[in-house]
């Protein structure tokens, strides 16, 4: 077996609209031997490694059906067996993920295997796990060559594989507090490989890591930290606190020790969860031992008097005391039989116990300070306590050392409430745990006695969220009714935009509409990331990368998002939903790439974004394949956008009731009109918008349609959205590209990006609208990466329509032959009629617009297809016609003399373009025969 290809998918795919991860897996011969092939020797061994997997109901929805599965019959493949078995990898590493599915792919023995995941890094190595302990499994005749280390243990592994996992998943404070905000329908994203989270999108974000929070003073932080000043502020305040010291070397140390009296306690200056803690030190050698201890985690040692009662984490939330929980250091007892090794095994068999947080209680460890704490009361592995005797391997009572946890928040004092709180406020924390020992803590500390031994600036909330004993507390919930109280907003409205052709028109269109309202928008297009209208990253920013920029950047109220097939199919969209989703259209463009070969297929892929839509998904009624994504979402609203005001699928929408956004014909032209809830809202006169040139660029009417629908949608009022209309051009500022015109020259030119067929021929289109006292000059291309049947495609859509065709290619080749476009779209003229005398040409983009703009005389339209933007229209707009021949009909053309047999067209060179002439015929001539 092998993984032939993995792609990992961030959100909504065509999937599932969750985060999974897609393994192209090649059974190679093992496609012959299903489960019920191998035997019971691998199912059972599976079994014995993953006793979850008994739990996986698989297709009959009940446990134990997945072994079914294995056994029946003849069982199942071993790529659905992957898959089960990456799901229950990350089941034993802490995370509740369950779906998965295996469809045989077209190639034989070759599968799609699909997984739930949480943590990228986790997936992916649930899936290389999965994979090795299959083959280990396997007999040893139909195992991968290579495929497993000789020295690979399964049970290592597994442990390993756990560790990896936790370095890397939120730890359980974190994941509590993004557990009660997805609750409260806050989204959240994570910003780094540890615990800091942003809670929130755009201006609404508040941030966390592990427990502090953006709102917790740095100041408090550094007070916390420093265990000698904390001591000296509460105990200035009155509150019970120990005396200490700040010592530098052991032997000052053992001074201090003697000074305030054994037993003392040894710690960090400045650590935390418990480490480097030495307590009841009542010699000179321990506590020169508890010095050294203390010394791997901080410079300065703190030797405090030893205060004597249960250990207890009092939790303050926003001034008020949340949960009380009693903790336990980790310990065994005694049975009179087994020995200290023995029972430490014993409690580790403990199903709540695991590695690290992946379980309520984590496993206890015979390591150096658990020697220790034997030979204190003469003590070894190998002892044999007797029956109800305690043996206490750590000193402190932290869970992450093997500790246990009972909650007594309902007992707790009144005395001793106040003075956590009291505590908590001195520091000046929002968030803070204090350490407090006292006997019983349902009896006042003024009474009993008790001290408080330290303030933590993050504490945790394992012992709080899931006790050993007692009731669980949510103590995440009121942290984030504090950075987010009820009612206060925690998202952004979300448009996001699809289509073969005009997505980033319609996109920049809406955005400029939403500032114009007054919104800060955050926008993603083909050409970079914008900030209210600022650029902040350049480059093709239409994936999930640029939605999580967008969505991060604390200054946007509102996030348009330009989506790409591309992102799509790659790693999924950015958002797991949107407020309104819009399809524009889907034509044929970028088939026969990543398994997407037909038109329907990627109107599966598009439809992710109505499929996520919430409010309003936005559809084009003029495109079947957009229409048929109705029934596919579960949007609020469903408005229907069609040029066709007489659509008797729209018209019987409206009488329902329903949203639309029409064309209709009028007095003064052409009306873009909504419908809603029975209401007729006329809203512009199409003639009226710059982008549309009066109305000719039909295509961009539709643009405008679908920006005006969904700012309709988003909540925009109506002036705002005239408004915005009536602002945006398509000057290649505002929407580099996207049907830009240069009025400068002598003659006009069109610039547009268009790369597919359908684009083309809108454009081609408006260059038939537009009056032309002159010749029509085009120059055009496609991708490389496109097939040859879409690049005919490109060429029929323009021809016939234009006096003059230059043929270029991009930059990038994409796998082609320098001139293999320009011969492909030259052929395809020649076959649908286009003289060969007015075809060209000229691989070079530079090259061809040049040839072009030396052509264009007076009165002419230039049709320019760029795919170097900037550089191209620089190119336009500095261009500066030398000296014009007298004769209008006498220009300069780049093309060569065609030959009278099967044409074979020559790359013409600028250096040619002198030598060509072209008389009151049309005819080309050279230009001693045009003297």
């Not at 993004?178 to 974000?205: C, D, F, M, T």
């Not at 320098?818 to 060209?840: K, N």
């Not at 030598?915 to 001539?925: A, K, N, P, S, T």
Request: contains cysteine; negative net charge; glycine residues 10%.
């Amino acid at each position: 077996m092998r993984i032939l290809d993995r792609s990992v998918f961030v959100g909504p795919s065509l999937y599932a609209h969750f985060p999974v991860i897609r393994l192209q897996l090649d059974l190679g011969k093992l496609e012959a031997w299903p489960t019920a092939k191998l035997g019971d020797a691998f199912i059972d061994g599976l079994l014995a490694a993953l006793p979850g997997l008994a739990e996986h109901g698989c297709s009959y929805r009940e446990p134990g059906g997945f072994i079914r599965r294995m056994r029946e019959g003849e069982g199942t493949w071993l790529g659905h067996v992957l898959e089960h078995t990456a799901i229950e990898l990350q089941n034993i590493a802490g995370e509740k993920v369950t779906f998965g599915k295996t469809r045989s792919a077209d190639e034989p023995g070759v599968y799609t295997v699909v997984y739930e995941y949480e943590q990228r890094e986790e997936g992916i190595a649930a899936g290389e796990l999965a994979l090795k302990l299959l083959e280990s499994l396997l007999p040893a005749e139909l195992r991968t060559p290579g495929s497993l280390p000789e020295d690979w243990q399964w049970e290592t592994a597994r442990d390993e594989f756990i560790r990896y996992a936790q370095r890397r998943a939120l730890g359980p404070s974190t994941a509590a507090l993004v557990k009660a905000a997805e609750q409260r329908g806050i989204p959240w994203l994570r910003l780094n490989e540890q615990s800091l989270v942003q809670l929130g999108h755009g201006k609404y974000q508040q941030r966390i890591q592990a427990t502090i929070t953006g709102r917790t003073p740095h100041i408090a932080v550094e007070l916390a930290s420093d265990k000698e000043e904390t001591n000296k502020i509460l105990g200035a305040l009155g509150l019970p606190v120990p005396k200490q010291e700040l010592v530098r070397s052991a032997e000052a140390a053992v001074r201090a020790a003697r000074r305030s009296g054994y037993p003392v306690v040894t710690k960090p200056y400045n650590g935390n969860h418990g480490r480097g803690i030495s307590i009841h030190l009542t010699c000179d050698d321990e506590v020169s031992a508890g010095f050294e201890a203390a010394k791997e985690h901080s410079r300065s040692v703190i030797v405090e008097t030893y205060l004597s009662g249960a250990d207890h984490r009092l939790l303050v939330v926003n001034g008020e005391l949340v949960a009380a929980t009693r903790r336990t250091p980790g310990h065994v007892v005694g049975d009179g039989k087994h020995t200290i090794a023995e029972l430490v095994e014993i409690v580790n068999a403990d199903p709540l116990r695991g590695v690290g947080h992946e379980k309520v209680l984590t496993r206890l460890e015979l390591d150096r300070e658990a020697h220790m704490m034997l030979e204190r009361v003469q003590l070894t592995p190998a002892s044999v306590p007797a029956n109800g005797q305690e043996v206490f391997l750590r000193s402190t009572a932290n869970l992450s050392t093997g500790g246990t946890a009972t909650d007594v928040t309902d007992v707790i004092h009144p005395d001793n409430r106040d003075m956590a709180v009291r505590a908590i406020r001195a520091i000046g924390l929002d968030v803070g745990g204090v350490d407090f020992l006292i006997a019983d803590i349902a009896q006042s500390y003024k009474k009993i006695g008790g001290g408080i031994c330290e303030v933590n600036a993050a504490p945790g909330f394992r012992m709080h969220v899931a006790p050993s004993e007692g009731t669980p507390r949510d103590v995440a919930g009121p942290v984030i009714d504090m950075l987010f109280p009820p009612g206060t907003p925690a998202r952004v409205p979300i448009a996001a935009i699809t289509g073969t052709n005009g997505k980033t028109t319609t996109a920049r269109m809406l955005a400029h509409i939403v500032k114009m309202a007054g919104y800060t928008p955050g926008l993603t297009t083909t050409d970079g990331v914008y900030i209210d209208g600022q650029r902040t990253v350049e480059g093709d920013m239409t994936g999930p990368v640029s939605a999580r920029m967008v969505l991060a950047d604390p200054q946007i109220d509102l996030a348009v998002l330009e989506t790409a097939r591309g992102g799509l199919l790659r790693a999924g969209m950015g958002v797991p939903e949107v407020n309104v989703g819009a399809v524009l259209n889907v034509q044929s463009d970028h088939l026969g790439m990543k398994g997407i070969d037909t038109v329907e297929q990627l109107a599966e892929v598009k439809r992710i974004v109505v499929e996520v839509a919430k409010d309003c998904a936005v559809l084009n009624a003029d495109d079947p394949n957009v229409l048929k994504m109705s029934g596919y979402t579960d949007a609020k609203v469903i408005c229907y956008v069609t040029l066709t005001a007489a659509h008797p699928l729209v018209r019987e929408h409206v009488r329902a009731g329903g949203r639309a956004c029409a064309l209709e014909a009028g007095v003064n032209g052409q009306m873009i009109t909504l419908y809603d809830k029975g209401s007729h809202i006329p809203l512009l006169w199409t003639h009226l918008i710059p982008a549309t040139l009066e109305g000719r660029a039909i295509h961009n009417v539709q643009n405008a349609m679908f920006a005006a629908a969904m700012a309709f949608s988003l909540g925009i009022k109506l002036d705002a959205i005239r408004q915005g209309l009536r602002t945006f051009d398509t000057t290649f500022f505002q929407a580099p590209g996207r049907m830009n015109v240069f009025n400068e020259h002598p003659f006009k030119v069109l610039f547009d990006y268009g790369h597919n067929a359908h684009a083309v021929a809108a454009m081609a289109g408006l260059a038939q609208r537009l009056d032309v006292t002159g010749h029509r000059i085009v120059v055009l291309a496609g991708p490389g990466d496109r097939r040859d049947e879409d690049l005919i495609a490109i060429a029929n859509a323009v021809a016939g329509k234009f006096d003059h065709y230059i043929c270029r290619r991009d930059d990038s080749l994409r796998g082609r032959d320098g001139d293999e476009v320009p011969r492909i779209i030259a052929r395809a003229l020649y076959a649908a009629g286009v003289p060969e005398s007015a075809v060209a040409a000229i691989p070079d983009e530079q090259q061809a617009i040049d040839a072009a703009l030396h052509m264009a005389r007076p009165g002419d339209l230039l049709l320019v297809f760029a795919d170097a933007l900037v550089r191209s229209w620089k190119q336009i707009i500095h261009f500066r016609p030398e000296g014009m021949p007298a004769a209008a009909t006498t220009r300069a053309a780049p093309v060569t003399v065609a030959a009278a047999t099967e044409p074979e067209l020559e790359e013409a060179t600028l250096a040619d373009l002198g030598d060509v002439m072209r008389d009151e015929r049309g005819i080309y001539l050279s230009r001693e025969e045009s003297d």
